[in-house]
């Protein structure tokens, strides 16, 4: 829904400077949309088991959060979509990795966070994407069949 991969990929090189490391090929893409255990492993197959990854994806973190609060475009098109979506009386949810003031923020600062029954943060449930629960949980609350929802990611991880 918000283009917020260009402001998290941005981030990478002043964060990784600051260990004295440069951004290697593929890391940006390789964890892209991914948080949690699935991040923290991603960080160590790039810099290896001895590396501080989790103080570099806590640097990664605080810097792009604080950009994102600042604001971050909505893409082409969502606002016409949800109109739609809600117009054919869906349940409609966010899942996200981000934390829930993350989320919340976002959607509130667009104007769009009346077109949702349930936000769920995966950071709250312990496992980021790509782990399925995020998606479980989503379904659970919105009381549909997880196998009968329709899913709108935006990254391939």
């Not at 810099?47 to 609060?69: R, S, Y």
């Not at 016409?80 to 869906?90: A, F, P, V, W």
Request: hydrophobic share 40%; aromatic share 8%; net charge negative.
């Amino acid at each position: 829904m918000f283009d917020t991969e260009p402001i998290w990929g941005s981030c990478w090189e002043p964060v990784l400077a600051k260990f004295g490391i440069e951004v290697p090929e593929g890391l940006v893409e390789d964890v892209r949309g991914c948080a949690g255990d699935t991040m923290l492993a991603t960080l160590r197959r790039y810099f290896g088991n001895h590396a501080p990854v989790e103080q570099i994806w806590q640097a990664e973190k605080d810097m792009g959060q604080e950009l994102i609060l600042a604001g971050v475009p909505k893409k082409p098109g969502l606002d016409d979509l949800l109109e739609y979506l809600r117009g054919l009386m869906l349940p409609l949810a966010v899942a996200s990795s981000s934390p829930m003031h993350i989320i919340e923020a976002n959607l509130t600062n667009a104007g769009i966070r009346h077109y949702f029954d349930v936000v769920v943060s995966g950071e709250a449930l312990g496992r980021g994407k790509p782990d399925p629960l995020i998606y479980f949980e989503t379904a659970e609350l919105l009381g549909t069949d997880p196998g009968k929802t329709v899913v709108l990611e935006d990254s391939f991880n």
